[in-house]
């Protein structure tokens, strides 16, 4: 009896053992959203302002073929007032090649001194600002979602009105009176859509944070972005021709080769500015949660619905997940990684993330 007993008990030892130690063998999934688009250390944008201004026809003849050739997109600033019947034809190109453009208003007048800030009389946001909007939607069907002032100057009262325009998601940091320093680099976590900090192309580096004696200009923007984790926007004019600072053509073929490159490494997400600032936008705003087997929007604004768009999820399985995702009940692309992690992409505004 007493062996019968010391082997029930040995049983019931082992039993008891067993189940404290299945939760252990259980493993749950997780998520991560990414910083950046497809998990890239940092994102940059290409800007060529003054398109269909005086001087930049390098813009199509150099820097577009260059770019196209590496599977590049630039960013078109606009003089839309100033645009031909040809360059409107050519620009319906752009955009089907994946081109953003982006208001440069319609006729580049300046609204204050540069140096100064004195006011400078002609200004006028509809005009300048809405008609511009209005024209290219007419001539390309096409809705210009970011705005570049001239000289990157504007008053509170310009700016206030493009911030109450409804089709326009950002701008480009511009001074007045009251603003700080809009040069360097956006910082994901401290993020102004209104006011995109940028670096101008300047040959011998005057006004620029980069100086030629420590390389090419245009590649340490990209590499200040590498090195932080952030958002560096490029602005140039043209290439090879007679416009503002235009950048010789050797600088920019070794800028689209250096961008390429880092590109297909993985490291470098290089966009428009429009979809850099939906994605940051979006990963502060539209915070997800993982319940159970489902990817939920669990915290939403008015910034959230205005803004949202595809954003890159790492998720960690479960025991039991064989990796499968869908949306609304349609299946969602993944990328296998490694120690049964996958890659997907999902915007939150569209509805849960079913795992299986």
């Given at each position: ?91 319906k190109e752009r955009v089907k090649q994946g081109h953003e453009l982006f208001n440069h208003t319609l006729t580049h ?76 680099l956006n910082d994901p976590e401290w993020f102004k859509p209104m006011f995109v900090k940028w670096d101008g192309y ?155």
């Open positions: 009896m007493k062996a019968q007993n010391f082997v029930l008990a040995v049983l019931a030892f082992a039993a008891f053992a067993l189940l404290a130690f299945v939760p252990l063998l259980a493993h749950s999934a997780s998520i991560e959203v990414k910083v950046w688009q497809g998990g890239a250390k940092a994102a940059h944008t290409i800007a060529h302002d003054d398109y269909c201004g005086w001087g930049t026809t390098g813009i199509e003849d150099t820097a577009i073929p260059i770019l196209n050739a590496r599977g590049l997109k630039a960013s078109l600033g606009l003089i839309a007032g100033n645009c031909k019947d040809a360059q409107w034809a050519t620009l007048v300046g609204m204050l001194e540069a140096g100064t800030l004195a006011p400078i009389g002609g200004w006028d946001n509809v005009k300048e600002v809405v008609n511009a909007q209005q024209l290219v939607q007419s001539k390309l069907g096409y809705t210009m979602h970011f705005i570049a002032f001239p000289s990157d100057l504007v008053t509170p009262e310009a700016k206030a009105f493009v911030e109450a325009q409804p089709d326009i998601l950002g701008a480009r940091a511009a001074k007045d009176i009251y603003d700080g320093s809009n040069a360097g300047w040959r011998d580096g005057k006004w620029s944070l980069y100086k030629p004696k420590d390389g090419n200009i245009l590649i340490q923007h990209v590499d200040a972005a590498l090195q932080y984790g952030a958002w560096s926007y490029r602005t140039m004019h043209g290439v090879a021709d007679a416009s503002w600072e235009s950048v010789p053509v050797d600088q920019y073929t070794a800028y689209a080769d250096y961008l390429a490159a880092k590109v297909k490494s993985g490291e470098l997400w290089v966009a428009g500015p429009t979809d850099i600032i939906r994605y940051i936008v979006t990963r502060e705003h539209c915070k997800l949660k993982l319940e159970g087997n489902v990817i939920k929007l669990v915290q939403s604004n008015d910034l959230c619905k205005r803004y949202a768009s595809a954003v890159t999820v790492d998720v960690e399985l479960a025991n039991g997940q064989k990796g499968l995702f869908s949306q609304n009940s349609t299946p969602l692309a993944a990328q296998k990684l490694e120690n049964g992690h996958y890659r997907i992409n999902m915007n939150p505004a569209v509805g849960d993330v079913t795992i299986r």
